[in-house]
């Protein structure tokens, strides 16, 4: 129901100097319905007229563009990422390590102990090559690897086969932050907006053609974040409809219902915990991200149950909703983890299998735990021999990064470099040296620059305007990105950093959005605002396709590679 505004207090007097408004005094707020289920923005009448277009066919262009902007975005990420995919034929960066694992994954249910030097002959001759039956000691759970090597079951033991399902989740990707960024955002240009500067953003490409287990990270975290937003939806238009009207068709906020209704089922909260369990069984870092998500979800219920009008909407929550957030996420994601290591669980081969078996045909018997399921204490053990290795893994590497430098893009990694001699391996015969052939994982720098004021923009408008969708992008950030600052001593690279980048094109076109002006300014501040919005977009996109050659391993002459080296940490 909308009501009157009442005089804003003298704290929100005293925000002022920091950005906040309080609304004026006397004011109608927005209505209940609006702010449990806001409506989606339309285009404007006049840009309609403009192209025209009469009121039926702008409804029908403006309902064929919720999905065929998303899908004409993820168009164009599909052809940039799977062009020449198997190119470099080689064996780039950790593909060394992943490849081999995911081949032995999808055939024999647990990776091997390759022999040394075996890339070699694996690029040549790939259907010589035997899987090693001796198991390999591995420090990542399966679930990236069952994906990788599904592509490499389809397509082969060969570059495009084992990068072929990493590209392809990297443009479904970029399908997804359309349509999340719409959601988000209630405007289908934002949504595509986000989903064009993840297209464009060169970490994310680099990581969607190499076969590494972080994009596959990506995907998950990106697709709980989506399960829960919808579930936001869900929840919301559920208090909404159970609200009461009044006599002219107002909704009305009713502390009772707002505090004693059951939300039911909610299947998207536990498509978020099979994907989040799907997330850690990539790479572990996806249980800081269970924690962070599971946290923002609860704080949704409870900011719902408050604009339905709850009294005491903490106390709601907590009788209510917890428990079944609990159970819809953890023992979902618990059990979808445990899922993923069926493989190993079902033969007698893998490394670390027969541990427990081990333990009890000893004199002092399996120990305290020995009263547990054997498969479930040898799994254990693996996972703290892993554990153990990963915060002891402090040796220096070249390419190793504080994460503190990493939003700046302080130090990328090298995937792959070449120098191919004039008139050879693609390098123009008139090159007065020889050529540089790289494939750096660097994201785009104007992006990337660009995210560290929209980042403060976003917190500013979480702090100060209440904006949910602020908070919900700085979470996703936040939780990609802070776990890593707990372990600042052990070796870490900038290309982790790829499980955030979908949120900080979030917040870029959120801060693009400000740019361009609000629904109510004036034609000339909206004008002012598209043209500089405009031009960021562009040169964002220039600066992808300047960084082109050194994202593809493109042969280049020496001095444009070096014209491309902004920074000496870069080298």
């Known amino acids: 129901m909308a009501k009157t505004v009442a005089e804003p207090s003298s704290w929100q007097l005293r925000l002022r100097r920091f950005g906040y408004r309080p609304p004026a005094a006397g004011t109608l707020s ?27 066919a702008a409804d029908r262009l403006w309902r064929l563009a919720a999905w065929g902007g998303p899908l004409l975005v993820a168009a164009v990420a599909g052809v940039l990422r799977f062009w020449n995919l198997g190119k470099p034929h080689a064996v780039i960066f950790d593909e060394t390590y992943y490849a081999k694992d995911s081949w032995a994954l999808i055939n024999q249910g647990y990776e091997g102990a390759w022999p040394k030097d075996i890339d070699k002959t694996i690029l040549k001759d790939p259907g010589s090559v035997l899987i090693p039956t001796d198991p390999g000691y591995v420090v990542h759970p399966p679930m990236g690897k069952w994906v990788i090597g599904l592509g490499e079951k389809i397509f082969g033991f060969e570059p495009f086969g084992w990068r072929f399902m990493v590209a392809l989740l990297g443009t479904l990707s970029v399908l997804m932050l359309c349509r999340i960024g719409r959601r ?265 620059w660009a995210a560290c004021f929209a980042l403060v923009y976003v917190l500013w408008r979480w702090a100060f305007r209440r904006d949910w969708r602020a908070g919900a992008i700085a979470c996703a950030v936040a939780a990609g990105w802070a776990p890593w600052f707990l372990y600042q001593e052990r070796t870490i690279f900038l290309f982790y950093a790829v499980v955030f980048v979908p949120y900080l094109c979030l917040a870029v076109a959120m801060m693009i959005g400000a740019i361009i002006g609000p629904k109510g300014a004036t034609e ?48």
Not at 32 to 51: F, I, N
Not at 223 to 239: E, P
Not at 410 to 436: H, L
Not at 549 to 561: F, L
């Open 30 to 56: 927005i209505g209940t319905r609006d702010r449990l289920d806001p409506p989606y923005t339309r285009p404007s009448p006049r840009v309609m007229s403009l192209l025209g277009l009469g009121p039926a």
């Open 524 to 571: 000339r501040r909206r004008t002012f605002g598209a043209v500089a919005a405009g031009c960021l977009v562009l040169l964002i996109v220039w600066n992808f396709i300047y960084f082109w050659p050194i994202y593809t391993a493109t042969p280049i002459p020496m001095d444009q590679w070096r014209a491309r080296m902004w920074l000496d940490t870069w080298v």
């Open 184 to 448: 988000l955002f209630r405007s289908t240009f934002l949504g595509c907006l986000a989903g064009l500067l993840l297209a464009v953003d060169g970490l994310h490409f680099v990581m969607s053609r190499t076969a590494l287990l972080d994009q596959v990270l990506m995907f998950f975290v990106l697709a709980a974040f989506g399960c829960l937003v919808l579930d936001r939806d869900r929840t919301r238009k559920r208090l909404a409809a159970a609200l009461p009207e009044d006599d002219e068709g107002v909704l009305r906020p009713d502390a009772e219902i707002a505090e004693t209704l059951r939300l039911g089922w909610r299947p998207w909260r536990i498509a978020a915990g099979v994907m989040l369990g799907l997330a850690a069984a990539t790479k572990w870092n996806g249980l800081y991200v269970m924690v962070g998500f599971g946290l923002m979800t609860v704080l949704w219920d409870i900011g719902a149950r408050r604009t339905a009008g709850a009294v005491r909407p903490y106390l709601a929550v907590i009788k209510k909703d917890v428990l079944p957030a609990f159970v819809s996420v953890v023992p979902v994601a618990l059990a979808t983890y445990l899922a993923t290591w069926t493989g190993w669980l079902v033969t007698d081969k893998g490394y670390f299998r027969d541990w427990a078996e081990k333990q009890d045909a000893l004199p002092n018997g399996g120990g305290t735990w020995s009263w547990l399921p054997e498969w479930l204490r040898s799994l254990w053990h693996y996972e703290t021999e892993v554990y153990n290795f990963h915060v002891g893994l402090t040796s220096p590497h070249t390419y190793e990064s504080n994460p503190w430098s990493w939003i700046v893009l302080g130090r990328p990694v090298s995937y792959f470099y070449e120098s191919p001699a004039p008139g050879a391996g693609g390098c123009p015969a008139s090159a007065k040296e020889k050529c540089a052939q790289e494939i750096l994982a660097l994201g785009t720098p104007l992006l990337w």
